[in-house]
């Protein structure tokens, strides 16, 4: 089999508190493929993720991407290769028109002139934003706030979408919206959620962590139908879903 888009070995770290959040997490996650990673508060996602970037260093094991070892002196390269969006768009979009915000990534890796356009329109055009271009963010809706936040990663053409609660504070129409979107787009995904129904519906394999361990991998349908797993992980499915509804559908 090919290299693993995202190859993590035997990570664990303790905050500088001593916090011991993650014990040995091994995860493989193959090109093109969409992952969930489902755990409840506390177990250790957030951690898992500010280590694909390099936020936060292996205190042991390893993470690659694309077999480049996430390190200080690979950073740059490394935050091309994996896309993080946050849940909160804000925190991404701080540029006085939607153009900047998606230029800036590109911008920085040395893209100019019509091929910066370029590299815009088509991150904008892939979460249906282009006539959104010259707006200022601050006057967009949460939800487009969300698609250009999404945008701006895509621009630098990752290797991996990490994505953080993408469907938390959306309609129902911009939720959907927004899976049509990701269900369309041919990176590798990784997606950090609470919102179970998202999970079935997009990934179809999913990981679970729990107290900085993983506790299942497996099909999506096949981890949310596990109800001895679920209860012992704090994992609910919001009343009157049943999984079971979407055999042969989730994931597609
Ligand atoms: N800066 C920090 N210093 C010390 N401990 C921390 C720090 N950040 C997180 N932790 C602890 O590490 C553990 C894992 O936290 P983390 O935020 O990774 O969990 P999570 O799975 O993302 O949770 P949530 O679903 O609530 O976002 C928790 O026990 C948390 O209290």
């Given at each position: 089999m090919s290299t693993p888009v995202l190859q993590v070995e035997g990570l664990a770290y303790a905050y500088p508190d001593g916090h011991?959040?993650?014990?040995?997490?091994?995860?493989?996650?193959?090109?093109?493929?969409?992952?969930?990673l489902l755990g409840p508060n506390g177990a250790g996602k957030t951690t898992l993720v500010l280590h694909l970037n390099g936020i936060l260093e292996a205190g042991a094991g390893s993470v690659s991407v694309s077999g480049l070892p996430v390190t200080k002196g690979n950073v740059r390269e490394i935050r091309r290769r994996v896309g993080v969006v946050f849940q909160d768009?804000?925190?991404?979009?701080?540029?006085?028109?939607?153009?900047?915000?998606?230029?800036?990534?590109?911008?920085?890796?040395?893209?100019?002139?019509?091929?910066?356009?370029?590299?815009?329109h088509a991150?904008?055009?892939?979460?249906?934003?282009?006539?959104?271009?010259?707006?200022?963010?601050?006057?967009?809706?949460?939800?487009?706030?969300?698609?250009?936040?999404?945008a701006t990663v895509l621009a630098m053409q990752p290797e991996i979408l990490v994505l953080d609660e993408p469907s938390s504070n959306l309609d129902p129409a911009s939720?959907?919206?927004?899976?049509d979107i990701l269900r369309g787009l041919e990176v590798t995904v990784l997606m950090v959620t609470h919102d179970l129904p998202y999970a079935l519906e997009l990934c179809p394999r999913s990981v679970v962590l729990s107290d900085g361990v993983i506790v299942a991998d497996g099909t999506t349908y096949d981890v949310l139908t596990d109800d001895t797993l679920m209860s012992a992980h704090r994992l609910e499915l919001p009343?009157?879903?049943?999984?079971?509804?979407?055999?042969?559908?989730a994931g597609r």
């Open positions: 011991q959040a993650l014990f040995g997490v091994d995860l493989h996650v193959h090109q093109g493929e969409r992952v969930a768009p804000d925190d991404q979009l701080f540029m006085p028109t939607v153009r900047d915000d998606v230029a800036f990534g590109p911008a920085n890796l040395g893209l100019r002139g019509a091929e910066l356009d370029t590299a815009v991150a904008l055009e892939q979460v249906g934003m282009v006539e959104f271009i010259d707006r200022p963010p601050h006057h967009l809706s949460f939800g487009q706030r969300r698609r250009v936040a999404v939720r959907r919206e927004l899976a009343f009157g879903f049943d999984p079971r509804s979407m055999r042969g559908l």
